[in-house]
């Protein structure tokens, strides 16, 4: 399974090809629409999200409500494009003529959007233009956004229909925001999903969400932005999915890559992460343990050992750099000047960890349902389960 992602922030439409999905899987557009509300709520989203209202738009690869085992063509249209088709149309003021081009009327030029000149720092902004040779940083910044995690979450509310189907379901909750952190929280899977839920941050103890708010509050007054770190838990795993053989069929690996590749992602924990490195092996392995099974008593390694799944839910934790747009913007230079000037300012989020924790989810989501598919291959979701189902059956005699 596979895809790829098209589209500017402002531009028409978010576009998503996803290849791979087996046949005769059931898909609901409400499951794919409710994934895009969760990523477009969080208290502290700016006034973009008040435009948008985020639906999905099936193209191909579904008919009767079930996947073909085509390619899946997926589409969010932008509802701010109204507002920029007129800057940023095709061929809007590139001088062809109308008819030889087919240029819509409404896309003809009537607006001049002076170049965007003055890079911000913790954006794609200046590396971008250099590397693209560019003189409008615009020609970057559209498609740097984070507005392409909406179709990643549409890609992976299909990938949660298929897990679903082998019993695995990923969750996720607000552990920081800023300042704030939630200390010991209990673990279980339906608490975390219902109490985020309930949450405007996302975080499973409504004290800690005050305090959040707050934080957040403060931090627009000043013009300044906050990150955090959320958490992604699974229910637990079927052994074997990734691999020890090879690095890149290492399950840890690959989903550090897919978090990481997240807008303003800047670290992935697996399990106890960085807090392993202080602690003897005596407090950090994991003991097993076998009552008609193996199982374990404690899941430090959040759930993968050696590439693999252990059996246990995988925990993963990712931090999130503040939002790189300030109101009180960072020194910068002028990319035709050379001067110095303060970085432009776009209209911004103050923080998007909540939003971002369920972006988390879908990709995980997806890594974990391309590994299964790896695992238990099939052109059906009918060929998967009896694959699936036999498999553990056979792990039932061990
Ligand atoms: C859901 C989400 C929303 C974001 N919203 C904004 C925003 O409003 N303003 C902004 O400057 N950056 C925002 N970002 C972060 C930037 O997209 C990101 O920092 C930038 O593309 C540079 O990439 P890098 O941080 O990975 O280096 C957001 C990120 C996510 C995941
Ligand atoms: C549009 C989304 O997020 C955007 C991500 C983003 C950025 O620079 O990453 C900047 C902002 O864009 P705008 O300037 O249009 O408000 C966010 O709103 C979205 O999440 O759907």
């Known amino acids: 399974m596979r895809y790829l992602t098209a589209g500017e922030s402002h531009g028409e439409a978010i576009t998503g090809i996803l290849e791979g999905v087996p046949a005769n899987l059931e898909i609901n557009p409400k499951d794919i629409n409710r994934e895009l509300t969760r990523r477009q709520g969080g208290y502290g989203r700016g006034g973009r999200m008040k435009i948008e209202n985020d639906l999905i738009d099936i193209l191909s690869g579904i008919r009767g409500g079930k996947t073909l085992g085509s390619p899946i063509t997926l589409q969010i249209k932008n509802d701010d494009w109204e507002n920029w088709r007129e800057v940023l149309a095709p061929f809007g003021d590139c ?67 298929l897990l679903k189907e082998l019993g695995i379901e990923v969750t996720s909750h607000v552990i920081q925001l800023g300042s704030v952190a939630l200390e010991g929280y209990q673990t279980d899977f339906d608490k975390i999903k219902t109490k985020s839920a309930q949450s405007q941050v996302r975080c499973v103890d409504e004290d800690v969400t005050k305090k959040m708010i707050a934080e957040i509050d403060d931090c627009k007054e000043k013009g300044d932005s906050l990150g955090g770190i959320f958490e992604i838990r699974t229910t637990k795993l079927p052994v074997g999915l990734g691999g020890h053989v090879q690095w890149d069929r290492k399950l840890d690996g ?27 092996g005596s407090q950090v392995h994991d003991p097993i343990f076998y009552d008609e099974q193996f199982f374990r008593e404690s899941n430090n390694a959040g759930g993968i050992e050696g590439g693999m799944s252990n059996g246990e839910p995988v925990v993963i934790k990712a931090a999130m750099k503040p939002i790189p747009t300030l109101y009180q913007p960072l020194s910068s230079v002028d990319l035709e000047t050379k001067e110095e000037f303060k970085a432009s300012v776009e209209r911004s989020d103050v923080t998007a960890v909540p939003a971002a924790s369920v972006v988390g989810e879908s990709v995980v989501a997806f890594e974990l349902a391309k590994a299964c598919l790896e695992k238990f291959g099939g052109d059906s979701i009918e060929e998967i389960k009896d694959n699936y189902n036999n498999y553990l059956e056979m792990l039932e005699q061990r």
């Not at 924990?269 to 807090?275: R, T, Y």
């Open 95 to 161: 001088g062809y003529d109308q008819d030889e081009v087919k240029i819509k009327k409404e896309d003809k030029i009537k607006r001049v959007e002076p170049k965007v000149t003055k890079p911000r720092p913790g954006h794609a902004d200046l590396a971008g233009a250099l590397k693209y040779n560019q003189d409008d940083l615009r020609n970057i910044l559209e498609r740097a956004s984070a507005r392409e995690t909406a179709i990643r979450v549409a890609i992976g509310a299909i990938a949660k229909v």
């Open 254 to 280: 690959q989903l550090a890559q897919v978090l990481m590749s997240i807008q303003a992602i800047k670290g992935v924990e697996v399990g106890l992460g960085f807090e392993a490195a202080k602690q003897p």
